[in-house]
């Protein structure tokens, strides 16, 4: 079947942003790269132990730009010391590497934020002389939630890398295989125990797109707009002497060449709010939404799977679309791999939660009846894991990861950022994602994998080594009977049900294979809804756009 992008992908005209350069190098309508080589990094421990190593090998004349929302200075990044998020930027920097950041400015840590983690992480690279920013040009209530890294080598264009998706330079986040969880911790959720387990994905890619992850980071940069128009906060920022003035860019260096053999088209999606009050983002004015239009598109075209692993499916806005496709095609079915329960137990955190995730599967179901699927994971122990990870496989052509969730805030109201792939080879399918989804799926199915492989299962694998490192006849093989979209839908039932009767037994004997079990569905009173209903609206879900599109209902 030969590819069309446009059947799948925007076009700059379907971006809606006039004024954005990030698609100036794409040639006509295209609003997309050719020629990427693009690697799913599945697991905090497998994507921080890359990163310390490329960074390793940086020197003076490269540079290293990245955005975070949240970020903590001492999280080693292969567990080791020396390793720690500050000690490897900081030495970069003394090397003459260019680093600069951008973190959100976040809000209280005792709302369970991380105001007081970002500042650290900013002043201590600042001391240290690189330009780490606190960045709070965001909507009202609204957060900074981009996680790009980019690493580019002067002279060595081939070895530029950039890195997307949902997992943040902090604490919890270097989990692997085994779901122990990361030894530097981060409160959450009594039910996820001292060591929360955590489940998270980025993409590394490599080719022209890592031009575009750098334009993400400079249109950013380079806005005028002050980095926070709250007063306290100016003041404060005097007081300490913070820099709040971003340094001048050198000129961008052109696109890296395509990749040898590299057969990757890369989509850049992103989310910027309107900002109101008279202001504006210069490079979005009014905001973009090309992550709900890239979504809306793409599901207008699926037939046969959907498959979601995501931190929260709880929009009403974001469940009708696909409510829209699962009655339009009769044939499609859904599977979603989201958190057993919220990562904050406090009542005014917890039940709005709650609220939106039964307010947006109820439609699913209804719509969708048992064509729907929706699954916790769990570690071997039975604790259960934080499912952080934002990918979403359509069709096996259409395949996501980045910093946005299934919510109307991601959508619309919060800085986003996800690359989108689709594989010139693979026939009938990109072969990129198939492979990401049968890699994904054979982690929770528990699959063995064979002495000709990787010794035992890859819950006892410690970092990387994983079914995603195995040729594809291999991984094919030992997913055999998960190809089939449909056959992947019956196996992870099948999965689900087998674990969570050996849970309903009493666990007696052998605990069966798999991470899987039903997703179960709190039960909200009366009194409850009254009051975490506008508590979603307002402050868990708000809606970021103009107000003519929001009265259209339109992104």
């Known amino acids: 079947m030969a590819i069309r992008p446009s059947d799948w992908l925007l076009t700059k005209s379907e971006r809606a942003n006039a004024l954005t350069v990030l698609d100036d190098q794409h040639p006509d309508d295209e609003a997309w790269s050719t020629g990427n080589h693009v690697r799913p990094l599945v697991h905090g421990a497998t994507y921080f132990a890359e990163l310390y190593q490329r960074i390793q090998e940086t020197r003076a004349g490269d540079l290293i730009y990245f955005t975070d929302w949240r970020g903590d200075p001492d999280e080693l990044l292969t567990g080791k010391p020396g390793s720690g998020v500050e000690d490897v930027l900081a030495a970069a920097d003394i090397r003459g590497v260019d680093v600069r950041g951008l973190i959100w400015r976040s809000h209280w840590d005792k709302l369970s934020f991380s105001a007081e983690e970002n500042r650290q992480l900013g002043e201590q690279l600042q001391a240290e002389g690189a330009e780490v920013l606190l960045d709070m040009r965001v909507r009202t209530g609204g957060s900074h939630h981009q996680k790009l890294v980019v690493i580019r080598y002067q002279g060595r264009p081939e070895r530029d890398v950039a890195y997307v998706g949902g997992i943040d330079l902090c604490h919890s986040r270097r989990d692997d295989a085994r779901h122990l969880g990361d030894p530097q911790t981060q409160a959450m959720a009594s039910v996820y125990g001292e060591r929360p387990a955590w489940h998270d ?117 974001v469940a009708a679309a696909i409510v829209e496709t699962l009655r339009k095609n009769t044939d499609l079915r859904i599977i979603a791999v989201l958190p057993h329960f919220p990562d904050q137990s406090t009542p005014l955190s917890r039940m709005p939660q709650d609220f939106g995730r039964v307010q947006a599967l109820a439609m699913l179901t209804e719509a969708g009846g048992d064509r729907v699927a929706c699954y916790g994971i769990e570690n071997h122990a039975g604790r259960p894991v934080y499912v952080h990870a934002k990918v979403c496989i359509m069709d096996d052509w259409w395949a996501t990861i980045g910093s946005d969730n299934f919510n109307r805030r991601s959508w619309t109201h919060d800085s986003e950022l996800s690359a989108v792939v689709i594989d010139t080879i693979g026939g009938d399918h990109s072969a990129y994602a198939r492979r990401l989804r049968l890699t994904l799926a054979a982690e929770h199915l528990d699959r063995k994998i064979g002495p000709a492989e990787f010794p035992g299962d890859i819950s006892q694998i410690e970092t990387g080594t994983a079914p995603g490192d195995l040729d594809d006849s291999r991984l094919l093989k030992l997913m055999s009977d998960c190809v089939d979209a449909r056959d992947m839908f019956d196996a992870f039932a099948f999965s689900a049900a087998r674990l969570q009767a050996w849970h309903d037994g009493g666990r007696v004997g052998p605990r069966p294979p798999g991470r899987l079990r039903p997703l179960r569905q709190p039960r909200l009173s009366r009194l409850t809804r009254l009051w975490a209903a506008p508590m979603y609206r307002a402050v868990l879900d708000p809606d970021g756009r103009p107000r003519v599109l929001r009265r259209r209902g339109e992104f």
């Open 201 to 317: 994905v980025q993409a590394a890619i490599a080719g022209p797109a890592v031009h575009d992850v750098e334009t993400v980071f400079r249109e950013r940069w380079l806005d005028p707009t002050p980095l926070s128009q709250n007063p306290l906060f100016r003041l404060h920022d005097l007081m300490s002497r913070t820099d709040t003035s971003p340094d001048w860019l050198p000129e961008q260096a052109p696109p890296p060449g395509p990749v040898p053999g590299g057969t990757h088209i890369v989509q850049l999606l992103r989310t910027y709010p309107n900002l109101r009050h008279g202001r504006d983002y210069p490079f979005a004015r009014g905001g973009e939404r090309s992550v709900a239009r890239g979504y809306s598109k793409a599901l207008a075209r699926a037939e046969r799977l959907v498959y979601i692993e995501d931190q929260y499916l709880w929009s009403p806005d």
